[in-house]
């Protein structure tokens, strides 16, 4: 005669929570696996390459502040280090990797390591910031000054700095009249160089805005004009 075995009433509420735990844990690592294939990068999406690129021109500046630091540089790195914060609150609202950014020459760095080499320091760096002249180009200005064409083939994004429309670039020292034209909505504005940073033309956010089509942080197809 055979005897059937029984499992006691605890031994089956014990592999019950176990299958929920189980299939628990299960869910959670669906649920990430999702979230993180919906995260977008720079070689994917245009907004997070322009923001991306903002981060590391900011990266860039700071590197090249700290390889030849002057009276000024611990302000203008507190600076840039607060807009770079700023920037990853931007990457992260746009679903973007948080901590991305694309160094000179477009190599992208995942969590925001800067690249070794890839800062340019403006010759005039070790003028005090407070020197630089404020912009006198009003809101919505087209910018129909003209002059000599420079950094042909650049690309230009936002730096994620309030105030004025303003600029700051690697070529050209504060108080330079720039016009930057964006030829896919035929926009222009007319700004001045208030300080440095690790590309051509980077715009703030208020010249950026003058300029941008919108939803987009990068002007693939720029036209960069010195007129002052």
């Known amino acids: 005669m055979s005897r059937r075995r029984t499992l006691s009433r605890k031994k089956k ?3 019950a929570v176990t299958a929920v735990a189980v299939a628990g844990s ?10 993180a294939a919906n995260v977008q990068n720079a070689s994917n999406s245009t ?19 700290k390889a030849a ?11 840039r280090e607060a807009v770079i914060a700023q920037i990853k609150v931007q990457q992260e609202a746009s679903g973007c990797q948080v901590g991305e950014s694309v160094q000179a020459g ?3 760095q995942p ?20 020197n630089a002249p404020a912009t006198t180009a009003p809101a919505g200005n087209t910018g129909n ?3 000599q064409q ?51 033309a980077l715009l703030n956010n208020a010249a950026f805005e003058q300029v941008r089509e919108p939803g987009k942080f990068l002007i693939r197809r720029a036209v960069i004009e010195k007129v002052g």
């Open 106 to 108: 477009g190599v992208a």
């Open 47 to 65: 907004v997070c390459k322009g923001l991306a690129t903002a981060l590391g021109n900011n990266q860039s500046f700071i590197a090249g502040q």
């Open 150 to 200: 420079v950094c042909k083939g650049s690309t230009v994004t936002l730096s994620g700095e309030a105030g004025a429309p303003a600029a700051s670039s690697n070529q050209f020292p504060a108080g330079t009249r720039l016009k930057v034209t964006n030829l896919d909505n035929n926009k222009s504005t007319t700004v001045t160089v208030t300080s440095v940073s690790g590309s051509c």
């Open 145 to 147: 000054a003209s002059g």
């Open 26 to 35: 299960g869910a959670f690592a669906l649920a990430a696996t999702s979230n």
């Open 13 to 15: 509420i014990a592999l």
């Open 111 to 130: 969590g925001g390591a800067a690249q070794a080499g890839g800062s340019a320091q403006d010759p005039q760096a070790s003028q005090p910031a407070g």
């Open 69 to 79: 630091p002057d009276a000024q540089s611990a302000a203008r790195i507190a600076n």
